[in-house]
């Protein structure tokens, strides 16, 4: 999420440090530093640091901030008499056999003895030269769980070493790290390129310079005490409230928040487009809409008014639940911009999604002779070189696109205003590509609309570049969805109540989903699924739409059943956001334990758009889950998107509300925005007050923390 400061502030002080990467000539080795490639380490070499690359790990100073997933006691030696099965022991004996065997599989059966009881050691994966390290007589200490067999105890594939003397191999003196691995990496390996790595951070002055501001201990002191804990610093760590743990996640969370505060400096520091026409398009908007705007659409236009008129392009994200009409507003603010004579864009993450926004436009700006354009990767290619060409001298004012809209290619004559809708799907890079796309000397206003709630908690660290607009009321005329969970093995009374609602004039959605994100298992799913409704159900008209179809026949499918002549649409979670069919009461979900309570809240939302009152059929199949009762209980009990949006935070954690590559692009490595929500107000004034103050030192800290930052724009 954060970005590299070259783009982001190439004045002030900040300018792109000098690239320092330690590379050594034929046959020399470096001196280590903070910076030297891992490849350098003692231990490590090509192969193992290709192993290390894949987790990240490219600098010495990255294996500092490759914490521990756990940890193991290993400073008490077990008596192998006192074995029971399932413990995770210490033990140390001496050799007494040592065999590779071929049944059932071949594997190296390692005996040792403490001269009370006995245990076999038994390795499946080994070369010879481990096999010959076992002699007889020699003595080895093991780490793993005993299970009992017919023969006596066992430990399958221990963490060991092995020494001529019973001394030579003492208990650990402090607790044993567990890290994320690779397939060829071992912990043994790790732990020691992270104990040089330590060494090195503590002959670097530069690294261990006070950072003003920050709760003790230092960071050099907080990384060895979760590197190399000691036993009476196990509780306060199981809990995450050990002090060098909060030393970091507010190092952490205050390099994200520089971040994010570059991000915003050099965006506004930029020329903006002063836009007058705000308030007359939205009353002329009004007068073409068959409904009256909310009080909260109103003062939502009111805010954006606002931002138009600054000197600075807008930066604002406005929240909305399902339904609440967000989109009237971002089509006032885009009125606003062509009767201003420029041009505005607005990007949705799906082609379904581009269209119907597409056609609302249109409908709600023909009497206005606004033009709408659309721009998607489907169009044929003479369509898309007449519909780049109108972009591209101003004879269409207004845009609707997808991913299309960030190629290269497509050029805007005077671009005012960026709406980005369901920002979740996409990064920030994207949005900012748009962003470039602008007037020479200009930057366009940015408007990034969420149809997923986003607690206070998070958008105050995932959007802390953006002003934050709530529209927290829906139209009137809606009535809360009724929503029951119903197990499978209860079909036939679902296919009842369907076939009852849609022979009244109502219809209803019948939604797919699979626990793999695959469009053509999800395509061959919903096929299914749709034959099978057709021969339950034959008295329906049954549609069906999934991400595989064609354009022009997904459109058609749609219009049929937003034009009644289908009953019953089947679909994948391609029809999440986005769609408005006011006549549908029903919505089926299947296996709906699959999904997270984010997406089943956006699903809800396709149905209760009208007068009518409206069901949710939660379809699970049993038994569920703890965490898939407690997703389905939340939505039986509220049809509030906050407190939904903050449950799933709660059971889930952030990468459920906002999909894994959103969560990706936070970046954060060991704070985590909700549990440490209450330490981001103040990091925030502190990172003002380094900006002001200690922009040098601010460089140096989202250097630790994001490492090569350049990447998080390239998304």
């Not at 398009?281 to 236009?301: D, S, Y």
């Not at 985590?672 to 040098?696: F, G, I, N």
């Amino acid at each position: 999420m954060c970005w590299c400061l070259n783009k982001l502030c190439p004045d002030g002080g900040l300018n792109k440090p000098k690239a320092r990467t330690s590379r050594a000539t034929p046959g020399s080795k470096p001196a280590l530093k903070l910076y030297t490639e891992v490849a350098y380490l003692k231990g490590a070499g090509p192969a193992v640091a290709a192993k290390l690359h894949l987790l990240g790990l490219r600098r010495v100073q990255d294996l500092l901030f490759h914490l521990p997933l756990r940890y193991e006691d290993r400073r008490q030696l077990t008596p192998l008499i006192e074995l029971r099965p399932g413990m995770e022991v210490l033990v140390r004996g001496r050799v007494v056999a040592s065999e590779v065997r071929f049944a059932p599989r071949r594997n190296l059966r390692v005996a040792i003895d403490d001269g009370k009881a006995g245990l076999v050691l038994r390795f499946f994966y080994f070369n010879e030269a481990q096999h010959q390290a076992f002699a007889n007589g020699r003595w080895v200490r093991a780490f793993g769980t005993a299970r009992a067999t017919a023969h006596g105890y066992e430990i399958v594939h221990p963490e060991y070493r092995v020494a001529d003397r019973e001394d030579d191999l003492p208990a650990e003196a402090k607790l044993t790290p567990i890290y994320p691995l690779v397939a060829g990496l071992t912990q043994s390996r790790l732990r020691e390129l992270i104990r040089q790595a330590l060494e090195t951070a503590a002959a670097d002055l530069e690294f261990n310079e006070r950072l003003p501001g920050l709760p003790l201990p230092e960071t050099l002191t907080a990384l060895r005490v979760l590197h190399q804990p000691a036993g009476s610093d196990l509780p306060t760590l199981l809990t995450g409230q050990h002090p060098a743990q909060l030393r970091l996640v507010s190092e952490e969370l205050l390099a994200h928040q520089l971040c994010m505060r570059l991000l915003r400096g050099q965006t506004q520091a930029r020329a903006g487009i002063g836009i007058e026409h705000l308030p007359s398009a939205a009353g002329k908007l009004q007068e073409q809409l068959p409904f009256a705007m909310t009080v909260a659409q109103r003062r939502a236009i009111a805010e954006i008014a606002e931002d138009f008129s600054s000197s600075s392009p807008m930066l604002r994200l406005l929240q909305g639940d399902v339904g609440s009409g967000k989109t009237v507003v971002a089509a006032a603010a885009m009125l606003a911009c062509a009767q201003a004579g420029l041009q505005a864009v607005m990007m949705a993450p799906t082609e379904l999604l581009a269209e119907q926004h597409a056609r609302n436009l249109r409908q709600w700006l023909a009497p206005l002779k606004v033009e709408v354009g659309l721009l998607i990767g489907r169009l044929k290619k003479s369509e898309k070189d007449a519909a780049l060409k109108a972009a591209a001298s101003g004879t269409i004012p207004l845009w609707v696109g997808t991913h299309a809209l960030f190629q290269s290619e497509v050029r805007f004559a005077k671009l005012g205003l960026v709406v980005v809708d369901e920002q979740h799907r996409f990064g920030v890079g994207q949005r900012l590509s748009l962003r470039d796309k602008g007037l020479d000397g200009a930057t366009p206003h940015q408007l990034i609309m969420s149809a997923t709630p986003i607690p206070r908690t998070l958008a105050q660290t995932l959007y802390a570049d953006l002003d934050v607009t709530v529209i927290d009321e829906l139209p009137p005329g809606r009535t809360p969805v009724q929503t029951v969970a119903i197990s499978g093995e209860r079909r036939d009374e679902v296919l009842a109540r369907i076939f009852e609602a849609c022979r009244a004039g109502r219809q209803a959605y019948w939604v797919c989903t699979l626990i793999e994100e695959s469009e053509a298992l999800e395509a061959q799913t919903a096929e299914d699924t749709y034959r099978k409704l057709r021969e339950e159900l034959p008295e329906l008209r049954v549609g069906l739409v999934h991400g595989r179809l064609k354009s022009v026949d997904k459109e058609a499918q749609m219009r049929a059943f937003q034009n009644g002549g289908t009953q019953l649409l089947v679909a994948t979670t391609v029809i999440e956001v986005g769609v408005d069919v006011p006549n549908a009461s029903i919505m089926i979900i299947d296996n709906a334990e699959r999904l997270g309570l984010s997406q089943l809240h956006q699903l809800r939302g396709r149905v209760g758009r009208g007068a009518t009152v409206s069901q949710c059929v939660l379809l699970y199949q049993p038994p569920l889950s703890e965490a898939g009762r407690a997703r389905l209980d939340v939505m039986r009990s509220t049809n509030d998107g906050f407190e939904i949006a903050q449950r799933d935070l709660e059971l889930r954690g952030p990468g459920e509300l906002l999909g894994r590559r959103q969560t990706g692009l936070i970046g954060l490595k060991i704070a985590d925005p909700v549990r440490h929500a209450d330490l981001v107000p103040e990091l925030q004034k502190l990172a003002d007050r380094w900006l002001a103050k200690s922009p040098e030192l601010a460089q140096r800290l989202i250097a630790r923390w994001v490492g090569d930052a350049q990447r998080y724009a390239d998304v």
